[in-house]
């Protein structure tokens, strides 16, 4: 699928469908001018269902030019429902008139791509992890703008996926470029995250409010002299 040979995510679903994340290619990367870089189209998150030939766009109209991470809710059993984070990217179109962005935040689908709304609207986004134990909270990842919070995906009921979830940001975590998020299923509560900078680090809630306190993960760095 696509033009531009970047696969960033693929998903194999229960009944045999394929899905995939094509990225975003820059064309004219120069880190000595102050020109914003330009994106290729040809993004976004492609399907191929059992026994097809050919692979379906199922793309927004924002996701062709800098997807990244494509998750599938873990609590809906029939895999409708998935979640794609969109990045901050320049398109040669939207450079022409003025420099203005793609609309990245995160998007979301209840019915495999044939629909899409975007659910997180003020910062680019990297990836979006749903807590396996809560199917209401989750944590998105931004490029810039550091660790946000929801706690209300499901509507009352608890089963219906919520149209318009309301994200806070998590204030106590220390780095802006915070990538994914990791729920350790061995420790309630406790979350690790790898940053673009930062290492990793792990957080654990300290109060009904889901404040963190994050410390660096206490692991050995890889001597590279020995790789």
Partial sequence: PGNIGK?????????????????????NHDSNTSTPELHAAGSGVFRLDPGASQWTNVSHANMHYCCKDLIVDPHDTTQQTWYVAVDNAISPIEVVSGYVSNQPGLYMTTNRGAS???????????????????????YLTTNADGL??????????????????????????????????????YVSGEVWIASNGAGMLVGNASSPDRTFEFSAAKFSRPNRSSM
């Fill in 116 to 138: 899409w709304t975007q659910v997180f609207t003020p910062h680019a986004a990297d990836s979006f992890a749903v807590d396996p134990n809560n199917a209401s909270e989750g």
């Fill in 7 to 27: 696969a960033h995510t693929i998903e194999v679903l229960n009944d045999g469908t394929l899905v995939v994340v094509l990225t975003g290619r820059k064309f």
């Fill in 148 to 185: 946000w919070y929801t706690s209300n995906l499901r509507l009352a009921d608890g089963v219906t996926v919520n149209p318009n979830p309301t994200f806070t940001k998590v204030t106590s975590f220390p780095h802006l470029r915070p990538v994914r998020v990791f729920f350790n299923p």
